[in-house]
């Protein structure tokens, strides 16, 4: 079976601060998060991947930085950007923002995954938009290949969700660290499998 690992990127000031990024902020890694990707890259650097893809923010491509200066080709995969979060992004957080970001949640949680901050986007947009990806990168890989691809934290949640058949009501069983590896399994038919879920033990 074909094997996806599919990782968020590494730590930004952003994240530092807690404040949205979305897919309409191109934030650069801090030290940290420099840190991060060069640890997953002691663990996993000598694995022979088919295919590496990072997203079109910077953010993915630095945290694949090590597997790029050994010579891996990094490809874009812009289908699994973050999810964009409208008038969430790049503010600081205080008891406005809160209250919105507490009822579009509940609104998913309820079932209604058309829900959207303004200027936003919804669950089901989401997912439309990375699905292709996931289609484009099931297609490219070989039955027993190997891939990488660094995305992003709400994003991974919502193809987490869908890959696993749980669907996206229930997002919320998929946390997300800097860096965490989800290790996922495919066969030809498109049935999928979870192996790790975010795993950190290369920040250990």
């Not at 609104?107 to 303004?118: E, I, L, Q, S, T």
Request: aromatic content about 8%; proline content about 4%.
């Amino acid at each position: 079976m074909a094997e996806i690992y599919l990782i968020r990127h590494g730590e930004t000031d952003y994240n530092l601060r807690k404040i949205v990024q979305g897919g309409g902020i191109d934030s650069d890694l801090n030290d940290t998060g420099r840190s991060q990707g060069k640890a997953f890259h002691d663990l996993y650097g000598d694995l022979k991947f088919d295919k590496i893809y990072c997203t079109s923010l910077k953010r993915t491509r630095q945290t694949l930085a090590p597997f790029a200066a050994q010579g891996a080709v990094i490809e874009a995969l812009p289908e699994l950007d973050e999810f964009g979060w409208g008038i969430f992004e790049g503010v600081e957080g205080n008891p406005e923002i809160e209250l919105e970001f507490e009822r579009i949640l509940a609104a998913w949680r309820g079932g209604d995954f058309h829900a959207r901050v303004h200027q936003g986007e919804s669950p089901v947009e989401a997912w439309d938009r990375a699905a292709p990806g996931i289609a484009r990168v099931m297609r490219d890989t070989p039955a027993d290949g190997k891939v990488l691809i660094c995305s992003h934290g709400r994003i991974m949640r919502v193809v987490l969700a869908q890959l696993s058949g749980y669907g996206l009501g229930h997002m919320d069983l998929f946390p997300h660290q800097n860096t965490a590896l989800n290790l996922l399994s495919f066969n030809p038919r498109g049935r999928f499998r979870i192996h790790k879920l975010n795993d950190v033990s290369h920040l250990k």
